[in-house]
């Protein structure tokens, strides 16, 4: 009932593109901000992106104009679409649903490898 489920994870070369994908039930997907973290091996997690309801999203410096976040409210799933990828990219990246200000459900987190 309240679950995120992501796909899309793996392998790529440095240089290349990966889109993943995270499903989610509709009870959070309705009426949520979405976002996409990522957590690296002793790093703190960090939001790569996030996107309104209404297909607003912002990223930071580290991923803007590579990076790109979108959403399907008719099959309750958001995307992103990482091009130009960069070994530093390297992590596990979550999808997250938010409401009244911070996340509340996640997924259980993809592996993405980029090898240079």
């Known amino acids: 009932q309240v679950q995120l489920v992501e796909s899309g994870g793996g392998l790529v070369q440095a240089g290349g593109s990966l889109r993943l994908s995270c499903a989610a039930s509709?009870?959070?997907?309705?009426?949520?901000?979405m976002g996409w973290y990522r957590q690296a091996p002793g790093k703190q997690r960090e939001r790569v992106a996030l996107?309104?309801?209404?297909?607003?999203?912002n990223y930071p410096d580290s991923v803007k104009g590579r990076f790109t976040i979108s959403r399907d409210n008719a099959k309750n799933t958001v995307y992103l679409q990482m091009n130009s990828l960069k070994p530093e990219d390297t992590a596990v990246y979550y999808c997250?649903?938010?409401?009244?200000?911070?996340?509340?459900?996640w997924g259980q987190g993809t592996q993405v490898t980029v090898s240079s």
């Open positions: 997250a649903s938010i409401s009244l200000g911070r996340p509340r459900y």
């Open positions: 996107i309104t309801g209404g297909g607003d999203s």
């Open positions: 509709g009870s959070i997907f309705s009426g949520n901000v």
